[in-house]
């Protein structure tokens, strides 16, 4: 279920914690996995858990606990749009609804074609470059006005 | 976005070069300077809380508490492994200061971690980071891995004879794993849900050890303090109140940003500092403290001083030094349902009062901005709100309430007027 490259990038997470507290690194394990799979179905769930050495429901709680674990499969973009109110003050509900008309779809939801993903999500501790959304986890974007979420969009292909 | 530094945390910084972050640019600085002072003058544990103490640094994660103080509270002595650990899990609405530290200024957060395991004898550190600010975790992987190299990680720091490890832990979206227990199961590889106190930390922490756990911009004035002294640092803000203090500034003015300033300025200079309102309008209310603080009206708050003690005076509290200004256009009862149910969706759940409670208080304010609100409906939020402060486990509970006691504290005229009338007493 996971790549020998998953595998090691999860053998990096656990040198960071005593050898028997291996459920340390569920959190990056579970992440990594979600990397190589797009969002964690009960079987990448489970094969984490082996990997560690923990019952499957310890990885379970972690997954289901946590809100940027993809719980159903995702478009090959995810956008998560704060929305919260440091950032609604400064346009973040706005490009909610903005990024919500262009694509055609209402958050937690995929544009037919499988590519873009709409989140609504809460503080990410960046309000001061509101509007903000972050990436596929990872990048944020700031200063998302309309033009600069046309932008964005067209560069993803 | 804006950062005004004049103080501590940031000292030195160029925030133009994109390399300022760097070990080497820290070290021309001054960086690790207070590590050198530790092992060249053997400066010892007690020298060291005794300056701390002095400082009069208090917790920059929220609650204010003396770092010098919860330090001594480690016992040093005991024997078996003791950890320190950072709390980056920055996630109260409004605030982004943490992020700005460990993008902008990361060794000095290393650094203040390298002194706090001397200082309490804990070998191993962790530094638990908001899973949101991914690119932030990873530049603090890269910065840690420059200090490994240097010889400020590892075994016998500086030949002291003192060894100390750092690693960088993330987050993956859940406000709960900023309170301190929270972040600990969390780190444990559990759900983050937080655990009884006591035990507090310094006696029960992760994995069952002593352990203390504190902000990243508490860590990172310590170097400022070790390498200065306690007395300069408390003397740059006002007593009971020391040092410089990062303010998140958001919503409506000129200059969103974070801004380093004395404690104690007055809250009118701060604005000045940002730019203003923005569109020349006027204040109405503005959260001190982050999004769990009281709102504060306009008057009130540009009488206050930006300090713990002025702040609490006042009503509220300077928590994590999150200000959000709000101007004469913005509806309060939106504003409010929208924090409701930041607290509602984020809820771990545990506590029966606070799982339920904030669904309650969301579903209410909900219906009163949507037009459907009831006569009865102020007196219903004041009533669950009883319920859930001081019932649960965490403060997550309080923080909830605390927005509403604020909001019909000051603006119930507004909350009734949506009621009666079913619309905004503001265009928006
Ligand atoms: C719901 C909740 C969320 C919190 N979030 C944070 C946070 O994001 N960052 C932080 O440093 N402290 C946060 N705290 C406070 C921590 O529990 C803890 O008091 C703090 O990290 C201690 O560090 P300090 O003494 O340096 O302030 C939170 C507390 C609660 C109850
Ligand atoms: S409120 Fe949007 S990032 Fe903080």
Redesign the interface.
Known sequence: MLSKESLAKIDRELTKYPAEQKRSALMSALRIAQLEHGWLSNDVVEAVADYLGLPPIAAMEVATFYGMFNRQPVGKFKLTVCTNLPCALSGGADAGKYLQQKLGIGYGETTADGKFTLQEGECMGACGYAPVMLFNNHTMCNHMTPEAIDKKLAELE | ?ATFAKGVVFEGVDFDDPNSWRLEEYVKRGGYAGLRRIADEKLTQDQIIAEMKLSALRGRGGAGFPTGLKWSFMPRSFPGQKYLVCNTD???????K??DIIWNNPHALIEGMIIGGFTMGATVG?NYI??????AYERFEEAIEEARAAGFLGANILGCGFDFQL?????????ICGEETALLE???????QPRFKPPFPASFGL?GKPTTINNTETYASVPYIVRNGGQKFLELGKPNNGGTKLF?????VNR???YEVPLGMPFAELLELAGGMRNGKKLKAVIPGG?SAPVLPADIMMNCTMDFDSIAKAGSMLGSG?V???DED?CMVR?LE??SY?YF??S?GQCTPCREGTGWLYRVIHRIEHGHGRPEDLDLLLSVGANIAGRTICALGDAAVMPVQGMLKHFRSEFEYHIENKRCLVDH
């Open positions: 976005m920055e996630g109260e609405p409004g605030t982004f943490d992020l962790y908001h899973g949101e600010v991914f690119e690693h960088a832990h993330h987050g993956y979206g859940a406000y969390s780190l444990e590889g559990k759900k983050g994995y998140s500034i958001s919503g409506h969103p940003g974070n999004s999150a959000i200004v709000m913005t504003a929208r924090l930041f969706e984020e771990c």
